[in-house]
């Protein structure tokens, strides 16, 4: 068996807001919303970014291997949250990766990602593709409707792939359908984009790839072609010979169009439902087109990541606050209040001495007492051992743990009042007074069970940094007896 | 092997500002206002004081650093000034300071003063700040009631006690302490209130409510100290004495070793196992006359008194209920109103602790005298309750 993919994982944030909301809200101006008005899209919360989506998706799909580390990280996005520091330096360091991992960052496209992972798979190494997109539209735009937030990644290599790669073209075409030379896109007329674009450089891509992998286009059992298009997908799948029963859902109805995103996340949710031996077709949009064809193996059910795509889409929240979504967002300009207003500057000469705390979420076990804990500081802090220098770097991110104790914390600025945070106290050792994120009024209480987060702490306005650490969630699980 | 601070060391006299919302003061005119009282109380000039002790909590939102504000607001004469910083225990730092000095035979007569101008930030509350480079990378942002209210969640958990029974006797914590501050002129906030308000009133941080929070003020207490031997000599009669100066902070157990569950004060149970010591304490309920402990909030007073050993463990809650700490019961708290009633400058409070047990071991609290009282316990709390400074001090008759 050749290469493939061997893994995939996703993430769609827990928000979904109605675009209802949406349309209710705007119509005022343009009515022509309300036609749009229809289901819901994911909505980063105001502490989740490109970086931290993404380590939620990579997470997901790494949980599905036992010690998988990948050789190669490819980062694709067009909105990373830096645009000169390696964000996918940072995400490999949040998932705690080996420092020998070749990282890459590829952006500027909504293909970044499947161009990833073309490059990856022709390359013919191990590794991961991690996409994702927090695309910020104008406030009463149809992006605003009709785009979403979302991150999915994918494992590719040889051995027990659960795809098998069976070929991949592109083509480069500078076919400007919209492009972002600022702060927002800017767009071209749909119909011309479906007629001059989707229709004629897809199929062109396509039929080369098919007939350079023997194969019809009847055989094709998943085809995936992410656009905001309704019906562009039917007319392309026409063109081709493609059933129509095989277009992959655009997931438009609950997440929207997650940009350079959506073609992984789309193949993570093909990748759930294939068949062995069924023929999966992706493509990627934008600036030309990427066209690969992996085929389902009799091990596409033996991998299971930790919730896929159908676990991320059921982990949902309904937002119907549309003022909540446009300060999310940034789109408008909040009172923060005077606690709002203090210094959020990050030392970064500090910032480099706690990396392994903040970013990579590490603590330390004493090899004297064998006493977990967090954060590591010289002496072991047992009361009975106070060792110098004794502790090994312990890992806390995959670790779960209980709610100690909590406050809903109104005083203090938050951009999502009230700040939920408490002492946590961790499964196997460790405990660590922490921010909740995402928390349900009334959903927490002591002895609540939490997972950990990589999530945004502060945004430094002045300076553009934005720091990142560790939150506890509330699993949905029952309150333990103890 | 130490003897301790027992009876080494007396009050000479004492100050304190009025407290509030002083818009009409600087954080000299504070300074000045607590010294003058202090001065005139004991009956001495300030040439005779030789070396000082100064407290200030917050330093960007008043005096600025170092023990030069107190030096040119109080004019003194070149001599020793020491600023000192630690926390909400800051006051009675300053008083330590001095009292040492005292005891070591290295002065005759020292200062100890505390100041906090609060109320220029411009905001309710006390000031947003910077926790330290490195805290600040993965500290929840956390206000205090919001580090505070996980006290209540703590002991709610340790001993199984419904949120309901735990807001209620916290609501009776500051009825008890409004009704005592409704009685002291010094006092910032003079008015009663009551359960029903207390119980009612919106969440800060849940479950603390506006009304389970002590007020914000500006302020400044002061003390003069001496050997009784010096003041005997200065006709001084009816000495009150130091008989405890404790001080425990934080190692680090509480915030990350698992031996520690958040339902008490771990520093507060070790300084005031030593305070007994060292005041030859052995039963604390039936000893201690009156206590001035650290009511930032109201779960803070409750949890403290088991830790002070003045309930059993897990009975704070039916203790307050019954009424034990109220101006009336067996074992008075906060009887001049307490940080609920005077705020807390942050600096200035542990000296205005020790002022009240000094007015009412001399027996000149007006209003809310207590019937002869014989010992007193002052208990400041810096921080929070995972990583904290707890102080206490005892002071009584001779």
Known sequence: MGRGITGFGAHVPQGRLRRAAIAEANAWFDASLKGLGRGERSMCHWDEDVITMGVEAAGDCLAGFDGHAPPALYFASTTFPFLDRQNSVVLLEALNLPRRTLAVDVGASQRAGTSSLLALLRGGGDGMVVASEHRRAKAGSRGEMLWGDAAAAVATGGGPVIAEFLGGQSLAADFVDHYRGGEFDYDWEERWIRDEGYLKIIPEVVAGLLASCHTGAADIAHFILPTEQARAPGAVAKKLGIAPGAIVDNQAAAVGVAGAAQPILLLAAALESAKPGEMILLTGFGQGCDALLFRATDAIGGFRPARGVSGTLAARREENNYARFLAFNDLVERDTGKRGETDRQTYLSGYNRRRDLVTSFLGGKCRICGTVQIPREKYCVNPECHALDSQDPYPFADKRGEVLTWTADRLTFDPSPPAYFGMVRFDGGGKLMMDFTEVDEGGIESGSRISVHFRVRQYDPHRGFRKYFWKAKILREPVSAS | MAQGIKDKV??????????????????????????????????????????????????????????????????????????????????????????????????????????????????????????????????????????????????????????????????????????????NPKAHLRREITEQQAMDAPFIAEPIGLYDCCGVSDGSACAIVTTPEIARSLGKDHLVAVKALQLAVSNGTESSHESWDGSHLKTTRIAARRAYDEAGVRQPAEEISMTEVHDCFSITELVTMEDLQLAGEGEAVTAVLDGEFDAEGKLPCQIDGGLKCFGHPIGASGLRMIYENYLQLQGRAGARQLADPKLGLNHNLGGFPHQNICSISMIGHM
């Open chain 2, 10 to 183: 007396a009050i000479l006299g004492m100050g304190c500002s009025k407290f509030g919302e002083r818009w009409d003061a600087s954080p000299a005119d504070l300074m000045v206002e607590a010294f003058e009282e202090c001065l005139a109380d004991a009956g001495i000039e300030r040439e005779a004081i030789e070396a000082a002790w100064f407290g200030a909590g917050i330093d960007a939102f008043h005096v600025g650093a170092s023990a030069m504000p107190m030096a040119i607001a109080l004019r003194l004469n070149y001599i020793p000034v020491t600023k000192v910083e630690n926390m909400c225990a800051t006051g009675t730092e300053a008083f330590r300071g001095a009292v040492y000095a005292v005891a070591s035979g290295a002065c005759d007569i020292a200062l100890a003063l505390g100041v906090e101008k609060l109320k220029d930030t411009g905001y309710g509350g006390l000031p947003q700040r910077s926790r330290g480079v490195e805290n600040d990378m993965y500290w929840p942002n956390l206000s205090a009631p919001g580090a505070f209210a996980q006290l209540a969640t703590g002991y709610r958990a340790r001993h199984r006690v419904n949120k309901r029974d735990l807001k209620r006797a916290m609501a009776h914590v500051s009825v008890k302490s409004h009704a005592n501050g409704a009685k």
